[in-house]
């Protein structure tokens, strides 16, 4: 099908298992690309760079900002991520879905830059779940876990200005919610104009 790629936004509070509902979601579903963002902060024992992020210095990030390289960017717990924009557009204008993992506040400004961008929201099916995975976490203290928290009550506020929420309390579940999400939106007629029209200009 000739048509331009979609642009998938996924948010949602710290906790919530984003990374890992969509690394099996990109196991299952081809032609779907992630945005890999730049962040500022030190990798997590268990992250790879240029797999997860790319991890940069302070000074390497204001240059990109400087630039015009990035189409958001935030700063959260003293560290800066910002979504890279040249890899995106190359994906989209391929014919190729990506799929952003930002925050609530850079979602709100990728609307704006990308009408056509489907947002999806995952989330426990409660606060106090969220909670009982931040403390199972175990890679914040106390008081990064209170602050985390209190940012998660202020995303879930920006709820009504997405298209989907997918419950994440069981990982296949949250995974076909997304899929099932992805596989309507690539299946619009709006998105496949082009399409259309070549078989109805075939059709006898």
Do not use: W
């Amino acid at each position: 099908m000739c048509r331009k790629g979609i642009l998938f936004v996924v948010s949602g509070p710290s906790g919530a298992g984003k990374g890992t509902v969509l690394k099996h979601v990109l196991q299952k579903l081809p032609g779907l690309m992630i945005s890999i963002s730049y962040t500022t902060r030190q990798p997590r024992s268990d992250e790879i760079d240029g797999l997860h992020y790319n991890f940069c210095t302070k000074d390497v990030f204001q240059n990109m900002v400087d630039n015009g390289d990035f189409l958001e960017h935030i700063e959260k717990f003293g560290n800066c991520y910002g979504t890279p924009k040249a890899p995106v557009s190359l994906h989209l204008n391929a014919g190729e879905d990506v799929i952003l993992e930002i925050e609530t506040n850079g979602a709100a400004n990728i609307k704006k830059m990308f009408p056509n961008a489907v947002l999806i929201f995952v989330t426990p099916h409660n606060f106090d779940d969220l909670e009982k995975r931040l403390n199972r976490r175990g890679s914040e203290d106390d008081k990064a876990k209170e602050q985390r928290l209190k940012i998660a009550k202020s995303e879930y506020r920006s709820m009504s200005h997405y298209d989907y929420i997918a419950i994440n309390d069981d990982l296949d579940v949250c995974v076909d919610t997304i899929k099932a999400i992805i596989t309507a939106e690539r299946g619009k007629i709006k998105r496949n104009k082009v399409f259309a029209q070549k078989l109805l200009n075939t059709t006898p």
